[in-house]
């Protein structure tokens, strides 16, 4: 999970990575339902931060 997060977090065809994605990752891949909130409690631990900035081409 870790490196999926990483690859999508990096991945230069743009897109945000959001926890709704992650969940669905975790679903399909282990099978396992988890709310919205232990996700990003998940991504914390994992050591995963989640402030993201607004896109340079606002002007």
């Given at each position: 999970m870790?490196?999926?997060?990483?690859?999508?977090?990096?991945?230069?065809?743009g897109?945000?990575?959001?926890?709704?994605?992650?969940?669905?990752?975790?679903?399909?891949?282990?099978?396992?339902?988890?709310?919205?909130?232990?996700?990003?409690?998940?991504?914390?631990?994992?050591?995963?931060?989640?402030?993201?900035?607004?896109?340079?081409?606002?002007?």
């Amino acid at each position: 999970m870790s490196q999926y997060t990483k690859d999508k977090a990096n991945d230069t065809q743009g897109g945000r990575l959001t926890g709704a994605d992650i969940q669905a990752y975790i679903v399909k891949e282990f099978g396992q339902h988890y709310h919205s909130d232990s996700i990003y409690y998940l991504l914390d631990h994992m050591g995963f931060s989640w402030i993201t900035f607004p896109p340079n081409n606002l002007n």
